[in-house]
Nanobody, 128 residues
């Protein structure tokens, strides 16, 4: 069983930055070296479906949705079992609840919510 706890959300003006963190607890360290273990960030705006933002596998390969490329960066610290999302040049349309997720999959699936079966509770990001 994997526990995911997000932090770092908040309110920021357009053009500002935030860094989200996701602490992964109760995870077998051997899973982190499994090439098919992936983690991702997803956003859900009010009244909209949850959508992929960025994903990463245990080797550090990354994938981004087009609307965040060049602005957001996903990274991980395996020693700390922590996933990060650096969000720069934020726009009002980035306003959403952001969730951290994890699961076993290939990188071509990492941005699809249905492929992740561990989820955090979310952290709110509001851009005005």
């Amino acid at each position: 069983h994997v526990q995911l706890v997000e932090s770092g959300g908040g309110s920021v003006q357009a053009g500002g930055s935030l860094r989200l963190s996701c602490a992964a607890g109760m995870i077998d360290s051997s899973v982190l070296t499994d090439k098919t273990f992936c983690m991702g960030w997803f956003g859900q705006a009010p009244g909209k479906e949850r959508e992929g933002v960025a994903g990463i596998d245990s080797d550090g390969s990354t994938s981004y949705e087009d609307f965040v490329k060049g602005r957001f960066t996903i990274s991980q610290d395996n020693a700390k079992n922590t996933l990060y999302l650096q969000m720069n040049s934020l726009k009002p349309e980035d306003t959403a609840m952001y969730y951290c997720a994890a699961g076993i999959m290939t990188m071509d699936q990492v941005l699809r919510p249905s492929n992740h079966y561990y989820w955090g509770q979310g952290t709110q990001v509001t851009v005005s």
